[in-house]
């Protein structure tokens, strides 16, 4: 196995998102080698072959460089978007009436194809419909409830093929998987991915039936709920208690709500999940400049550091990485901000605490204690093992002043776990006595220089380790 240098010592993760600038061997790699943890696969874009094909790839770098790098299938969901436009655009002017038609045309200032086939039938007169991200903002005139939709132009522009459309007035009854996700899942079913996406997500019910269709098939998946319309953020409780982990995705968000209350509501989500114990992604253009300039604009160096001081687990590049000039100067430039903005990071909101009437109390009073104690004596790392990532995404939660370093045989989990915040893993399947473990583990952390001689470790672990039970047992260690 061939070893590399990788820049892994943030807490704070990276997710770049691949495609035509970096979905070759030479690029996964230098993207790794600079800090990506996670690599999303955008399913609003590509051919089942092209994402099989990039899998491949980074399977085959994983196990030629031993690598943990997680896979992120982002399914497309409920997207809507007008159809195509005569010569590709259309000027629309303020006070203009436009027609929306549900039946498949090319689009002229007479008619316009909606994707939505139901749009006519959920809206309502005084509706807002906004198009390519809020640039251009319509008004519901009037709606026959089957498939045509007058509506007047309050602010104009330029209308594009195919440009996404937004409803934040409007309560859409679409299924939050639709014909071309439940396909795209049947696919993603047969990958090794990590983790999947699903957008637009409504209420818990969305995120329960994702996850009784990735049970059925036996993949071992983790859910990501994509918080992107004003019901998920009222409903924000119950999504988190559903999901696995939650994607502040801003760029709808940003349309779908008042443009002002998204900062807050992206630092309530943060300090939600955390107290749940659930990572939490902050997404959309970040760095988003930088698709075309090699350096950021001193807003998104701020916008990044703000999601780091938040505690977000992991901060995601779209565009910037997939189809952008500079993915791999993108990644450097996130990673110093990040690096920077962590030496003043401090978890200012209460820290979670066990749940005496949780089935895990026992278990999480360890998790949660192990951090707390490594922080009062100053240790340099913890240790713990794992089958699901329970421990792992526990122990995370308290936001430790060191690295959390987590053993497991299950070679899933380990990269599943490399989207937690501040968590580094280890493959590890003697698990013989306790006291052979704790010694086997130090010597690894000291081998990879993580630890040295004289250093501290808290470690955790189940008691007698062959029983596999719940983390029960915590050992302050001194590295020989």
């Not at 439940?182 to 047969?190: A, Q, S, Y």
């Not at 019910?205 to 709920?225: N, Y």
């Amino acid at each position: 196995m061939k070893k590399i240098k990788i820049i892994d010592h943030q807490n704070t993760k990276i997710i770049a998102t691949l495609g035509p600038a970096s979905s070759s061997s030479e690029v996964l790699l230098d993207l790794v080698k600079e800090g990506v943890n996670v690599f999303r696969l955008n399913f609003s874009h590509g051919s089942h072959s092209m994402h099989a094909q990039t899998v491949d790839r980074i399977m085959a770098l994983k196990k030629e460089y031993g690598l943990t790098v997680a896979i992120l299938a982002d399914l497309q969901g409920p997207k809507l978007r007008v159809g195509k436009i005569e010569n590709d655009s259309l000027q629309i002017n303020q006070g203009d009436v436009l027609t929306f038609v549900n039946e498949p045309c090319i689009g002229t200032k007479e008619k316009i194809y909606m994707s939505y086939k139901d749009f006519a039938m959920d809206v309502n007169k005084g509706e807002q419909v906004l198009i390519d991200d809020g640039k251009l903002v319509l008004e519901v005139l009037e709606t026959d409830k089957i498939g045509k939709v007058k509506l007047i132009v309050l602010f104009g522009g330029t209308l594009s093929s195919n440009k996404g459309v937004n409803l934040p007035d409007t309560k859409i009854s679409l299924p939050s998987l639709t014909e071309k996700d439940l396909k795209d899942l049947d696919f993603i079913l047969t990958l090794p991915v990590n983790w999947i996406a699903l957008s637009f997500v409504r209420k818990a019910q969305d995120i329960k039936e994702l996850k009784r269709k990735i049970a059925k098939a036996e993949h071992p998946a983790k859910v990501i709920a994509k918080v992107e319309k004003p019901e998920a953020v009222a409903r924000i409780k119950e999504i988190i208690k559903a999901t696995d982990a939650v994607m502040v995705a801003r760029g709808d968000l940003g349309v779908e709500v008042p443009m002002e209350k998204l900062p807050a509501i992206q630092k309530q989500i943060i300090k939600r999940c955390i107290q749940r114990a659930k990572p939490v992604i902050v997404a959309t253009q970040m760095m988003e400049s930088m698709v075309t300039n090699p350096s950021p604009t001193r807003a998104e160096i701020t916008d990044v550091a703000n999601a780091v001081l938040d505690g977000a687990d992991a901060v995601m590049l779209s565009g910037e990485t997939s189809v952008g000039k500079h993915p791999i100067k993108v990644v450097q430039a996130m990673n110093k901000i990040i690096e920077e903005a962590e030496q003043h990071y401090e978890m200012h909101s209460k820290r979670p605490k066990p749940n005496p009437d949780s089935s895990t109390f026992y278990s999480d009073t360890i998790c949660l204690n192990a951090p707390k104690l490594a922080d009062e004596i100053g240790a340099k790392a913890i240790s713990g093992l794992t089958v699901s990532g329970y421990t792992a995404f526990k122990m995370s939660s308290y936001r430790p002043k060191c690295k959390i370093f987590i053993f497991s045989d299950q070679e899933h989990i380990l990269s599943t776990l490399n989207l937690v915040w501040g968590v580094k893993c280890y493959p590890y399947n003697k698990f013989t006595t306790t006291d052979e473990t704790i010694h086997d583990i130090s010597q690894i952390l000291k081998e990879n220089g993580d630890v040295y001689s004289g250093d501290v470790i808290v470690n955790t672990g189940a008691m007698p380790i062959k029983k596999r039970f719940r983390t029960n047992m915590m050992k302050i260690t001194v590295v020989d």
